[in-house]
């Protein structure tokens, strides 16, 4: 994903964010309320500035990819997301402890 920052001028409205899937080469924009025209400029001098970026993204994708399999294993890095864990079963965590009594505890 690609997200805009507004610097300038100061207290100027989120355009919005890019998505740039790894499979495909097409964006899709996610503008805010107003942000459709905004966005629209910064992608295509985005675009301008940086001709390759399909390529580099997708490098990058594999480099973080093969990144977290080094600390997740490669069977979990690939797995489909599990069920939703309910607030009386183990919390996913391993402390041992009910959901609702570790992660899934509101901030206090």
Same mark, same amino acid.
């Given at each position: 994903?690609?997200?805009?920052?507004?610097?300038?001028?100061?207290?100027?409205?989120?355009?919005?964010?890019?998505?740039?899937?790894?499979?495909?080469?097409?964006?899709? !924009?996610?503008?805010? #309320?107003?942000?459709?025209?905004? !966005?629209?400029? !910064?992608?295509?001098?985005?675009?301008? &500035?940086?001709?390759?970026?399909?390529?580099?993204?997708?490098? &990058?994708?594999?480099?973080?990819?093969?990144?977290?399999? &080094?600390?997740?294993?490669?069977?979990?890095?690939?797995?489909?997301?599990?069920? #939703?864990?309910?607030?009386?079963?183990? +919390?996913? +965590?391993?402390?041992?402890? #009910?959901? #609702?009594? +570790? +992660?899934?505890?509101?901030?206090?």
């Amino acid at each position: 994903m690609i997200d805009f920052e507004a610097r300038s001028p100061r207290g100027a409205a989120h355009p919005g964010s890019i998505v740039v899937s790894s499979s495909d080469t097409a964006a899709t !924009l996610e503008p805010s #309320k107003r942000g459709q025209a905004r !966005l629209e400029q !910064l992608w295509a001098a985005f675009q301008q &500035r940086h001709p390759h970026h399909t390529a580099r993204f997708a490098g &990058r994708y594999a480099t973080i990819k093969s990144i977290g399999r &080094r600390f997740v294993g490669p069977e979990e890095a690939d797995a489909s997301p599990k069920a #939703k864990v309910g607030r009386n079963d183990p +919390c996913p +965590c391993g402390s041992g402890r #009910k959901y #609702k009594k +570790c +992660c899934g505890a509101s901030p206090t």
